[in-house]
């Protein structure tokens, strides 16, 4: 069974900066996109940050230039360096493997910008 991990949410304040991380098991890791979503309460899942097998990467307009996408494919492993950060960041981030009709989900982590 494939699992997902995140971890490194928290509460920050505005401006300050979070680094999230998903490990991942079972998992080809680098044959497979990964991504990460958020969702804040009452709003619908977005689409935050992507990066391809080969390291492509690409962003939502509302994070370009604050947030970076990476992968460490010796670790299994997808970072989200989030800089900058606002309330309207305040969300539960989902970490999320894709390879065809394959899609995996972990269990997401609680990021809070507040003062």
């Known amino acids: 069974q494939v699992h997902l991990v995140e971890s490194g949410g928290g509460l920050v304040q505005p401006g300050g900066s979070l680094r999230l991380s998903c490990a991942s098991s079972r998992l080809t890791f680098n044959t497979y996109a990964m991504r990460w979503y958020r969702q804040a309460p009452g709003k619908e899942r977005e689409l935050v940050a992507a990066?391809?097998?080969?390291?492509?990467?690409n962003y939502a307009d509302s994070v370009k230039g604050r947030f970076t996408i990476s992968r460490d494919n010796a670790k299994n492993t997808v970072y989200l360096q989030m800089d900058s950060l606002k309330p309207e960041d305040t969300a539960v981030y989902y970490c999320?493997?894709?390879?065809?009709?394959?899609?995996?989900w972990g269990q997401g982590t609680q990021v809070t910008v507040s003062s």
């Open positions: 990066i391809s097998t080969t390291g492509a990467t």
């Open positions: 999320n493997a894709v390879r065809r009709t394959a899609s995996y």
